[in-house]
C-alpha cells in the first residue's frame, strides 16, 4: 500500500487515508472512505484542492473485500454478515440460538498479523439480531497471501463459529423433594420459568416426584416417552454423586452419565447423562436463584440439541467462576 497526495479532480474511487474534517471540527469524511464524484464536488464546495489517498499495490486486497472473504469462511448457521465501516464485518444471528465457537482455530487465525476475529463466549445464547462475532482487518489493505493462507485454514478445518439455533425445544421438569415432590416446584417453579424465557423456551412437561429411586426413574421415563429436548431435574437436596437417588434412578432407567462435578461456581454438583440423545441435568441449588450458574451455561446448547460432552463440561473452568 503506498500513500500520496493527489488533486481533487483525480482522487475519485481512492481511498483516504485519513479523515476529512470541516473547519468547524464536524467529520466530513472518514479515513477508508472510497471517494465518489459526489464527495468530489463537496470537498470542493469545502475549498479543497487536494487529499492525501491510498492506492492498493499488486498483491494487496483492499480492507473491505479482505474481512467479507474471511467471514465467507469464518461462520456458519442460522447467520448473514454485514459489511461495516473501518474495514469491519459483523457476523448477526438471524434466529434465537446457541453460539459454538472453536477456540483452539479462533487462536490460530488471531496470530496472524492482518486479520483479528472477536467472537460471543462459546455456549452462549445469542438473541435474533445479536452480533455473535466480528472482522477487523489491517488499515487500507491486507496482502493477498496472508488472505490466502487464513481461508486455506478455514476451508481444511472448518468454520470457527457456529450460530446453531434454538427452535421450538421441549423441556421436561422434574420437582424432587424426599418428602413432597409439590413441595420442589412451589420452590423452584417461579426460577425455572425465568431462567428458560431468559433463553426463548418454557417447561413442556412437569412431575413431581417423591425423592427414591424408584419414583425418580418412573418420572423420568414418563418424560422420555414424549421426546423432550432436555430434562432437567430440580431436586431440594444436594447429591453425593452417580450413587445418590437421582444417580442411581439415572442409571436404572440406562442413562448413560457423561459427567459429575464442573468446574463452575455456584454449580459444581452438576450431573449430566444422556439416555439415547435427551441430555438429563441435574444441578441441586442452581434452581434457587435466577443468578447466573452452571444450568445456563449447559442449557444454550442442550436447547440447540448439541450433545455436549465431558471434556466440554471439564473446559468451562476458564471463566467459570461466575459469582
Known amino acids: 500500500m503506498k500513500a500520496q497526495t493527489v488533486d481533487i479532480k483525480e482522487c475519485t474511487g481512492r481511498v483516504l487515508c485519513s479523515t476529512i474534517f470541516r473547519d468547524g471540527g464536524k467529520k466530513l469524511l472518514a479515513k477508508g472512505h472510497v471517494i465518489s464524484e459526489e464527495d468530489v464536488r463537496l470537498l470542493q464546495t469545502e475549498g479543497m484542492e487536494s ?3 491510498t492506492e492498493l499495490e499488486e498483491g494487496e486486497i483492499g480492507e473491505d473485500d479482505a474481512v467479507m ?6 461462520g456458519c448457521g442460522c447467520l448473514e454478515i454485514r459489511l461495516a465501516a473501518g474495514g469491519r464485518a459483523n457476523l448477526i444471528a438471524t434466529e434465537d440460538c446457541c453460539v459454538l465457537v472453536d477456540d483452539d482455530l479462533l487462536k490460530q487465525i488471531n496470530c ?3 486479520v483479528v476475529i472477536a467472537t460471543a463466549v462459546n455456549f452462549s445464547f445469542a438473541k435474533a439480531g445479536q452480533r455473535i462475532a466480528t472482522v477487523k482487518s489491517s488499515p487500507f489493505a491486507v496482502p493477498g497471501s496472508q488472505l490466502d493462507a487464513i481461508n486455506s485454514i478455514l476451508k481444511e478445518r472448518g468454520p470457527i463459529l457456529q450460530a446453531r439455533p434454538i427452535r421450538s425445544p421441549q423441556v421436561g421438569i422434574i420437582y424432587s423433594d424426599p418428602v413432597n415432590g409439590e413441595r420442589a416446584r412451589q420452590l423452584f417453579e417461579n426460577i425455572m420459568r425465568q431462567r428458560l424465557e431468559r433463553m426463548g423456551a418454557a417447561a413442556s412437561y412437569a412431575l413431581c416426584a417423591v425423592e427414591d429411586e424408584a419414583s425418580v426413574a418412573r418420572s423420568l421415563q414418563h418424560l422420555i416417552k414424549n421426546k423432550p429436548t432436555v430434562i432437567l431435574i430440580a431436586s431440594t437436596t444436594a447429591p453425593a454423586g452417580p450413587d445418590d437417588v437421582v444417580g442411581r434412578a ?3 432407567i440406562g442413562c448413560h452419565l457423561e459427567r459429575f462435578l464442573a468446574p463452575v461456581e455456584p454449580g459444581n454438583l452438576l450431573l449430566l447423562g444422556y439416555k439415547d440423545d435427551i441430555p ?4 441441586p441449588g442452581c434452581f434457587r436463584s435466577v443468578k447466573p450458574n452452571v444450568v445456563d451455561l449447559v442449557l444454550p446448547p442442550v436447547l440447540a440439541r448439541y450433545r455436549v460432552s465431558g471434556w466440554e463440561v471439564a473446559c468451562l473452568g476458564h471463566g467459570g467462576l461466575l459469582a
Open 51 to 53: 487529499v492525501w489517498v
Open 69 to 74: 472473504s474471511v467471514s465467507a469462511e469464518l
Open 112 to 114: 496472524t498479523a492482518s
Open 250 to 252: 439415572m442409571a436404572r
Open 280 to 283: 438429563l441435568i441435574s444441578a
